[in-house]
């Protein structure tokens, strides 16, 4: 759960889970309590409410289909396919199951479709290497996101890295 400043009100994000519930913490408190949210899907993304202890705050609701982690991890990749190669020093700024979002300083060759390789130490206890190959999927300015090219295969120590808090 990530929280920010929104109006003068802190804004939590809460991912949804399937089961349509999202598990929701009072920044004041530390109150944690499930509710449900399945009839917010398709208009309202953003509440507003009130812990039992009195205090406001705001819920962002993140409807995907996949958690997305928010990270802050140094890494390697490298261009793999055309129209160029190349490579460099990135920051994973999220991941999931099926992708991770990263960024990259100075001017960049990266391109939406070109494919690449990814290399990163996940911040966990066991200290894990990654080496994914990914498909770019978006490119703006140098933020950077892409789709893991076997998404099935993200392994027991991502999985366990990405359950949410």
């Not at 003068?8 to 004041?28: E, H, Y």
């Not at 309590?33 to 609701?61: E, M, P, Q, W, Y």
């Not at 080496?131 to 998404?151: A, Y």
Request: glycine letters at 10%; hydrophobic letters at 30%.
């Amino acid at each position: 759960m990530l929280t920010t400043q929104q109006h003068g009100m802190d804004v939590q994000k809460a991912f949804v889970k399937s089961n349509d519930t999202a598990l929701i913490r009072c920044p004041q408190c530390d109150l944690i309590k499930d509710i449900a949210v399945g009839k917010f899907r398709d208009n309202k993304h953003t509440l507003k409410t009130r812990c039992s202890c009195g205090h406001a705050f705001v819920i962002a609701l993140d409807f995907r289909k996949t958690y997305r982690k928010p990270t802050k991890i140094e890494g390697i990749y490298n261009l793999t396919g055309p129209p160029t190669s190349g490579g460099g020093r990135m920051l994973v700024f999220n991941i999931s199951r099926s992708g991770v979002g990263f960024s990259v300083s100075g001017h960049h060759n990266i391109n939406v479709g070109q494919k690449a390789t990814i290399n990163f130490t996940l911040d966990n206890k066991k200290q894990t290497k990654l080496c994914k190959e990914v498909i770019i999927r978006s490119v703006r300015e140098n933020n950077i996101g892409c789709e893991f090219l076997d998404p099935g295969d993200i392994g027991k120590d991502l999985g366990f890295y990405l359950q949410p808090c």
